[in-house]
């Protein structure tokens, strides 16, 4: 059974009989703003794909932060060969649950196995667990070590999303020392870390040559939700390196296309558009910040530079208002909130007059009270 996700406009346009076009597309937490792409060498279209040591490279000081320091005070001891390229984290989500099966003694049976995943999150993780038989347990905040059973794994996805919680680096690093301990794992999807420092990240822990987490912490990246670049399906994992031959396996050969490794390698490597980048998203959110809390008077709004939350009673309501003004938000799984993507200024304007449009429509409601608002 597949999950609802955004980016599915055409089946939302059919869902409320309309046509396609001229959306307001806030589905997903996509920057509005691509990394420009320059012409693509003939070559990359005829040659199988295969990574460059540059693009491994490029990746290692990005999300390192080496990127970011002088020559005198770069980290070298940092393990490139923990970095691995995948089509997105999607595929590598739904093979790790195959990997760790492989992993556990035959004694043992994978539905005595416990995956703590977080109750509110991205879905597939637990779809992905469920689905090779573990034993899902949903958590609200992390779990503490007596909690934790042999073999387990735990999932966090730092930032969350929808809700934009982060969990410090101390906190993952006792979590995965004591995970260690017992054969476990500690999964962390990092798939909206890039708008935060690297030192958020728990992937320069992983990558230091004299790790011992790195043996049960498995950290996914995304490139094409920052970099505007979702269309050319990449990211990265890093974790140990028998991790990384398993998934190799798993997955197959020329798991990514060579103009998306190509575009990947300049984008990563370019660090004055990753600064402009960051500069304008928070801005945006800014603005949109100011607009959601206007609208619906909020005493909190949740989320990150790349989307925000809105916790409402009304969720349902407002998604499908804003359908029917070809406006496309993401209604959460829980539907008590409902998600915006970044908008551009375009973008702002027209979301501003369907909030008024909609405002005219229904003069006699009161505005949308939050949950938090409403439990005081």
């Keep these: 059974m597949s999950l609802t996700h955004g980016g599915q406009l055409n089946s939302v346009a059919e869902q409320f009989d309309l046509d396609t076009e001229g959306w307001l597309d806030l589905s997903t937490g996509i920057s509005p703003f691509s990394y420009p792409v320059s012409d693509i060498p003939q070559s990359i279209w005829r040659e199988l794909p295969v990574p460059s040591a540059n693009l491994i490279q490029q990746a290692t000081n990005y ?71 573990f034993k899902v347990v949903h958590y609200r905040k992390l779990p503490q070590p007596e909690q934790l059973t042999r073999n387990c794994v735990v999932v966090v996805i730092n930032p969350n999303n929808p809700g934009g919680e982060k969990f410090a680096v101390d906190s993952l690093i006792a979590l995965a020392t004591n995970l260690s301990e017992l054969g476990g794992w500690l999964v962390i999807d990092e798939a909206f870390m890039d708008v935060f420092s690297h030192q958020c990240s728990m992937i320069t822990e992983v990558m230091k040559q004299e790790s011992s987490l790195s043996d049960c912490v498995i950290v996914l990246r995304s490139v094409g939700k ?109 539907k008590n909130a409902i998600r915006f993507g970044i908008p551009d200024d375009t973008g702002l304007e027209r979301l501003q007059l369907v909030f008024e449009k909609i405002s005219q429509a229904y003069p006699e409601e009161q505005k949308p009270q939050s949950i938090q608002g409403r439990d005081q």
């Design 63 to 133: 999300y390192s932060g080496n990127n970011l320091l002088s020559i005198s005070g770069l980290n070298e001891n940092i393990h490139t060969s923990r970095l691995m390229v995948t089509n997105g984290s999607q595929s590598v989500i739904q093979s790790l649950p195959m990997v760790k099966r492989k992993n556990i003694s035959s004694n043992s049976d994978a539905s005595t196995i416990q995956v703590f995943v977080p109750e509110v999150g991205y879905k597939e993780h637990e779809k992905a667990w469920r689905d090779q038989g």
């Design 226 to 334: 920052f970099f505007g670049l979702a269309g050319i399906r990449i990211g990265f994992v890093c974790t140990t390196e028998d991790i990384l031959e398993q998934l190799r396996d798993m997955l197959g050969p020329w798991q990514v296309n060579g103009p998306a490794l190509l575009i990947a390698e300049k984008a990563l490597g370019d660090l004055e558009w990753q600064r402009r980048q960051r500069e304008r998203l928070s801005i945006q959110r800014s603005k949109l910040q100011a607009l959601l809390t206007v609208q619906f008077e909020l005493d909190e709004i949740v989320g990150t530079d790349l989307f925000l939350t809105v916790k409402t009673n009304s969720a349902e309501q407002w998604f499908e208002r804003l359908c029917r003004h070809k406006v496309y938000v993401r209604l959460c799984d829980e």
